[in-house]
Protein backbone atom coordinates (compact mmCIF):
# COMPACT_ATOMS: atom_id res chain seq x y z
CA UNK A 1 0.00 0.00 0.00
CA UNK A 2 1.63 3.27 -1.49
CA UNK A 3 1.84 6.06 2.05
CA UNK A 4 0.61 9.30 0.94
CA UNK A 5 3.16 12.49 0.63
CA UNK A 6 2.91 14.86 3.45
CA UNK A 7 1.90 17.98 2.91
CA UNK A 8 3.04 21.83 4.38
CA UNK A 9 0.51 24.70 3.12
CA UNK A 10 2.73 27.58 3.67
CA UNK A 11 0.28 29.91 3.08
CA UNK A 12 -0.13 33.18 1.16
CA UNK A 13 2.95 33.96 -1.34
CA UNK A 14 2.60 37.53 -0.51
CA UNK A 15 2.12 36.90 3.49
CA UNK A 16 5.50 34.52 3.42
CA UNK A 17 8.35 36.19 6.04
CA UNK A 18 11.09 33.30 4.77
CA UNK A 19 14.43 33.45 6.75
CA UNK A 20 17.74 31.73 5.36
CA UNK A 21 19.78 29.63 7.93
CA UNK A 22 22.74 29.28 5.46
CA UNK A 23 23.86 30.01 1.98
CA UNK A 24 26.87 29.09 0.12
CA UNK A 25 28.42 28.78 -2.97
CA UNK A 26 31.22 26.40 -3.87
CA UNK A 27 32.82 24.08 -6.45
CA UNK A 28 33.51 20.19 -4.58
CA UNK A 29 35.57 17.21 -6.02
CA UNK A 30 34.06 14.92 -8.72
CA UNK A 31 31.77 12.14 -7.27
CA UNK A 32 31.19 14.17 -3.77
CA UNK A 33 28.07 12.58 -2.17
CA UNK A 34 25.54 14.35 0.56
CA UNK A 35 23.48 11.70 2.36
CA UNK A 36 21.18 9.87 2.25
CA UNK A 37 19.95 12.04 4.97
CA UNK A 38 17.22 14.68 6.39
CA UNK A 39 17.48 18.29 6.84
CA UNK A 40 15.81 20.54 9.28
CA UNK A 41 14.30 22.39 6.75
CA UNK A 42 13.72 23.57 2.85
CA UNK A 43 16.62 23.53 0.32
CA UNK A 44 17.09 25.28 -2.85
CA UNK A 45 20.17 24.39 -4.90
CA UNK A 46 21.42 25.72 -7.99
CA UNK A 47 23.64 24.22 -10.39
CA UNK A 48 26.24 26.46 -12.07
CA UNK A 49 28.58 23.78 -13.57
CA UNK A 50 29.04 20.39 -13.62
CA UNK A 51 25.97 18.31 -12.67
CA UNK A 52 24.10 16.09 -10.45
CA UNK A 53 21.66 13.80 -9.41
CA UNK A 54 18.98 13.81 -6.72
CA UNK A 55 17.34 10.74 -5.08
CA UNK A 56 14.45 11.30 -3.07
CA UNK A 57 10.78 10.06 -3.04
CA UNK A 58 12.11 6.86 -5.52
CA UNK A 59 13.12 9.17 -8.04
CA UNK A 60 16.54 9.98 -9.78
CA UNK A 61 16.87 13.40 -10.78
CA UNK A 62 19.72 14.86 -13.68
CA UNK A 63 20.64 18.39 -12.36
CA UNK A 64 22.63 20.38 -15.11
CA UNK A 65 23.87 23.60 -15.28
CA UNK A 66 20.88 26.15 -14.77
CA UNK A 67 18.32 23.61 -12.72
CA UNK A 68 17.51 24.19 -9.51
CA UNK A 69 16.12 21.75 -6.93
CA UNK A 70 14.29 21.92 -4.16
CA UNK A 71 13.46 19.75 -1.25
CA UNK A 72 11.58 20.10 2.34
CA UNK A 73 12.22 19.70 5.91
CA UNK A 74 11.83 15.84 6.59
CA UNK A 75 12.58 14.98 3.45
CA UNK A 76 15.09 11.88 2.84
CA UNK A 77 17.39 12.85 0.00
CA UNK A 78 20.66 12.05 -1.71
CA UNK A 79 22.68 14.70 -3.72
CA UNK A 80 26.01 13.75 -6.02
CA UNK A 81 27.76 15.36 -8.18
CA UNK A 82 28.74 13.67 -11.24
CA UNK A 83 32.07 11.28 -11.15
CA UNK A 84 33.90 12.90 -13.92
CA UNK A 85 33.92 16.47 -13.32
CA UNK A 86 33.93 19.29 -10.92
CA UNK A 87 30.43 20.51 -9.87
CA UNK A 88 29.79 24.09 -8.73
CA UNK A 89 26.53 25.12 -7.07
CA UNK A 90 24.68 27.41 -4.52
CA UNK A 91 23.05 26.45 -2.18
CA UNK A 92 20.06 27.71 0.44
CA UNK A 93 18.83 26.54 3.55
CA UNK A 94 15.63 28.13 4.76
CA UNK A 95 12.20 28.20 6.64
CA UNK A 96 9.49 29.14 5.32
CA UNK A 97 7.66 31.40 7.84
CA UNK A 98 10.14 32.54 10.83
CA UNK A 99 9.37 35.71 13.64
CA UNK A 100 13.04 36.23 13.35
CA UNK A 101 15.43 36.96 10.59
CA UNK A 102 18.14 34.99 12.59
CA UNK A 103 19.26 31.66 10.80
CA UNK A 104 19.31 28.87 12.23
CA UNK A 105 22.48 26.84 11.26
CA UNK A 106 20.70 23.57 9.53
CA UNK A 107 23.77 21.68 10.45
CA UNK A 108 23.26 20.73 14.24
CA UNK A 109 19.62 19.35 12.78
CA UNK A 110 20.85 17.23 9.49
CA UNK A 111 20.64 13.75 10.58
CA UNK A 112 21.57 10.52 8.67
CA UNK A 113 19.02 7.94 7.61
CA UNK A 114 18.87 4.59 5.92
CA UNK A 115 19.20 3.80 2.03
CA UNK A 116 15.34 2.44 1.98
CA UNK A 117 14.17 5.50 3.41
CA UNK A 118 14.60 7.09 -0.40
CA UNK A 119 12.00 5.92 -1.30
CA UNK A 120 9.25 7.13 1.04
CA UNK A 121 7.65 10.15 0.00
CA UNK A 122 8.66 13.30 0.08
CA UNK A 123 7.31 16.09 1.85
CA UNK A 124 5.08 18.50 -0.79
CA UNK A 125 5.04 22.24 -0.08
CA UNK A 126 1.77 23.93 -1.44
CA UNK A 127 1.93 28.05 -1.75
CA UNK A 128 -1.34 29.92 -2.02
CA UNK A 129 -0.02 32.74 -5.45
CA UNK A 130 -2.14 35.31 -5.84
CA UNK A 131 -3.90 35.51 -9.01
CA UNK A 132 -3.42 31.86 -10.08
CA UNK A 133 -4.21 29.59 -6.97
CA UNK A 134 -2.25 27.16 -4.91
CA UNK A 135 1.03 25.34 -6.29
CA UNK A 136 3.08 22.43 -5.31
CA UNK A 137 6.85 23.54 -5.21
CA UNK A 138 8.72 20.96 -8.21
CA UNK A 139 11.53 19.22 -6.87
CA UNK A 140 13.20 20.68 -10.38
CA UNK A 141 12.87 23.54 -12.20
CA UNK A 142 14.76 24.20 -15.45
CA UNK A 143 15.38 28.07 -14.91
CA UNK A 144 18.43 29.50 -16.07
CA UNK A 145 19.49 32.95 -15.10
CA UNK A 146 19.41 32.48 -11.17
CA UNK A 147 22.97 32.45 -10.87
CA UNK A 148 23.33 36.17 -9.53
CA UNK A 149 20.23 35.65 -6.88
CA UNK A 150 22.14 32.73 -5.43
CA UNK A 151 25.25 34.46 -5.57
CA UNK A 152 24.18 37.12 -3.66
CA UNK A 153 22.37 35.53 -1.48
CA UNK A 154 25.04 33.94 -0.59
CA UNK A 155 27.59 37.38 -0.58
CA UNK A 156 24.77 38.45 2.01
CA UNK A 157 24.74 35.53 4.47
CA UNK A 158 29.19 35.18 4.16
CA UNK A 159 29.37 38.83 4.71
CA UNK A 160 27.14 39.63 7.77
CA UNK A 161 26.79 43.32 6.91
CA UNK A 162 24.34 45.52 8.38
CA UNK A 163 20.41 44.70 7.61
CA UNK A 164 22.05 41.32 6.01
CA UNK A 165 19.09 39.44 7.05
CA UNK A 166 16.84 41.81 5.69
CA UNK A 167 18.24 42.00 2.47
CA UNK A 168 18.42 38.39 2.28
CA UNK A 169 14.36 37.71 2.93
CA UNK A 170 13.78 40.01 0.12
CA UNK A 171 16.13 37.87 -2.27
CA UNK A 172 14.68 34.89 -0.78
CA UNK A 173 11.26 36.03 -1.29
CA UNK A 174 12.53 37.55 -5.21
CA UNK A 175 13.94 33.77 -5.73
CA UNK A 176 10.82 32.01 -4.90
CA UNK A 177 8.48 34.10 -6.90
CA UNK A 178 10.57 33.72 -10.11
CA UNK A 179 10.46 30.11 -9.68
CA UNK A 180 6.71 29.72 -9.10
CA UNK A 181 5.91 32.62 -12.01
CA UNK A 182 7.79 30.40 -14.29
CA UNK A 183 6.39 26.74 -13.00
CA UNK A 184 2.41 28.78 -13.33
CA UNK A 185 3.66 30.05 -16.45
CA UNK A 186 5.08 26.73 -18.17
CA UNK A 187 2.21 24.57 -16.91
CA UNK A 188 -0.51 26.31 -18.41
CA UNK A 189 1.55 26.78 -21.87
CA UNK A 190 1.92 23.03 -21.38
CA UNK A 191 -1.78 22.11 -20.89
CA UNK A 192 -3.06 24.38 -23.37
CA UNK A 193 -0.84 22.89 -26.00
CA UNK A 194 -1.30 19.22 -24.65
CA UNK A 195 -3.11 17.11 -26.84
CA UNK A 196 -3.98 14.79 -24.49
CA UNK A 197 -6.64 16.70 -22.24
CA UNK A 198 -7.02 19.56 -24.99
CA UNK A 199 -10.55 19.01 -24.87
CA UNK A 200 -11.60 19.23 -21.44
CA UNK A 201 -9.47 22.42 -21.23
CA UNK A 202 -11.16 23.62 -24.61
CA UNK A 203 -14.38 22.34 -22.71
CA UNK A 204 -14.16 24.35 -19.37
CA UNK A 205 -13.03 27.46 -21.36
CA UNK A 206 -16.18 27.52 -23.33
CA UNK A 207 -18.25 26.93 -20.54
CA UNK A 208 -17.16 27.36 -17.20
CA UNK A 209 -20.55 27.72 -15.73
CA UNK A 210 -21.37 24.24 -16.54
CA UNK A 211 -20.29 21.99 -13.23
CA UNK A 212 -17.98 19.55 -14.56
CA UNK A 213 -17.21 16.33 -13.22
CA UNK A 214 -14.09 14.29 -13.92
CA UNK A 215 -16.09 11.44 -15.43
CA UNK A 216 -17.64 13.96 -17.65
CA UNK A 217 -14.13 15.62 -18.70
CA UNK A 218 -12.36 12.21 -18.95
CA UNK A 219 -15.42 11.20 -21.73
CA UNK A 220 -14.11 14.13 -23.70
CA UNK A 221 -10.35 12.96 -23.81
CA UNK A 222 -11.74 9.09 -23.89
CA UNK A 223 -9.37 8.38 -20.63
CA UNK A 224 -10.78 6.36 -17.25
CA UNK A 225 -11.63 9.23 -14.99
CA UNK A 226 -8.88 7.95 -12.29
CA UNK A 227 -6.13 8.07 -15.30
CA UNK A 228 -7.58 11.02 -16.80
CA UNK A 229 -7.28 12.87 -13.23
CA UNK A 230 -3.77 11.93 -12.81
CA UNK A 231 -3.16 13.28 -16.20
CA UNK A 232 -4.36 16.54 -15.39
CA UNK A 233 -2.62 16.71 -12.21
CA UNK A 234 -0.04 16.56 -13.82
CA UNK A 235 -0.23 18.58 -16.97
CA UNK A 236 -1.68 21.28 -15.47
CA UNK A 237 -0.15 21.39 -11.84
CA UNK A 238 -4.25 21.44 -10.67
CA UNK A 239 -7.35 19.05 -10.16
CA UNK A 240 -9.83 19.61 -12.44
CA UNK A 241 -11.63 21.10 -9.79
CA UNK A 242 -9.01 23.99 -8.91
CA UNK A 243 -8.52 24.66 -12.96
CA UNK A 244 -12.30 25.26 -12.74
CA UNK A 245 -12.28 27.36 -10.19
CA UNK A 246 -9.66 28.77 -11.62
CA UNK A 247 -10.88 29.57 -15.27
CA UNK A 248 -14.60 30.89 -13.67
CA UNK A 249 -12.24 33.77 -11.59
CA UNK A 250 -10.18 34.29 -15.00
CA UNK A 251 -13.45 35.01 -16.91
CA UNK A 252 -14.84 36.67 -14.10
CA UNK A 253 -12.48 39.16 -13.73
CA UNK A 254 -13.52 40.23 -17.09
CA UNK A 255 -17.14 40.34 -16.35
CA UNK A 256 -16.85 42.66 -13.63
CA UNK A 257 -15.72 45.42 -15.99
CA UNK A 258 -18.99 44.98 -17.85
CA UNK A 259 -21.87 43.63 -15.82
CA UNK A 260 -23.91 45.84 -13.55
CA UNK A 261 -23.56 43.85 -10.60
CA UNK A 262 -21.61 40.89 -8.73
CA UNK A 263 -24.85 38.90 -8.62
CA UNK A 264 -24.79 38.60 -12.28
CA UNK A 265 -21.11 37.76 -12.55
CA UNK A 266 -21.67 35.10 -10.24
CA UNK A 267 -25.28 33.74 -11.55
CA UNK A 268 -23.20 33.98 -15.34
CA UNK A 269 -20.32 31.69 -14.01
CA UNK A 270 -22.61 29.13 -12.38
CA UNK A 271 -22.77 30.13 -8.79
CA UNK A 272 -25.63 29.57 -6.76
CA UNK A 273 -24.01 31.52 -4.24
CA UNK A 274 -22.61 34.89 -3.95
CA UNK A 275 -21.13 34.01 -0.99
CA UNK A 276 -19.47 31.14 -2.42
CA UNK A 277 -18.36 32.97 -5.52
CA UNK A 278 -16.60 35.83 -3.16
CA UNK A 279 -14.51 32.78 -1.04
CA UNK A 280 -13.01 31.97 -4.85
CA UNK A 281 -12.78 35.00 -5.88
CA UNK A 282 -10.44 36.17 -3.14
CA UNK A 283 -8.75 33.05 -2.57
CA UNK A 284 -7.41 33.42 -6.32
CA UNK A 285 -7.28 37.06 -7.08
CA UNK A 286 -6.37 38.10 -3.09
CA UNK A 287 -9.29 40.55 -3.28
CA UNK A 288 -12.81 40.46 -3.21
CA UNK A 289 -15.11 40.85 -6.18
CA UNK A 290 -16.03 44.66 -5.23
CA UNK A 291 -12.18 45.48 -4.45
CA UNK A 292 -10.99 44.08 -7.75
CA UNK A 293 -13.65 45.96 -9.42
CA UNK A 294 -12.79 49.42 -7.28
CA UNK A 295 -8.63 48.88 -8.27
CA UNK A 296 -9.77 48.15 -12.02
CA UNK A 297 -11.46 51.82 -11.90
CA UNK A 298 -8.30 53.48 -10.70
CA UNK A 299 -5.85 54.64 -13.98
Not at 24 to 47: E, F
Not at 166 to 189: H, N, P, S
Amino acid sequence: MLTEAPKEQVGRLGDLRPTVNFANYITVPPGRVWGPRINPDSQLVYIVSGGATLELAGRLIEAAPGHCLFYGSETPHRLSALANEPLTLSSIHFSWNAPSLEPRHPVPGIRDCREEDLSLPAKAYEVEVEGSGPAVMQHLYDRKGLEPLFHELAKEFIEEAPGAGAAMRGLLVQLLVTLLRYQLDKRFRAASGSSKIADALEAVEKDPAYPWTIPELASLTGYHPTYFAELFRETTGLTPKHYLIRERIRQAQLLLSREPSIEEVAAKLGYSSIHYFCRNFKAVTGLTPSQFRQRSRIF
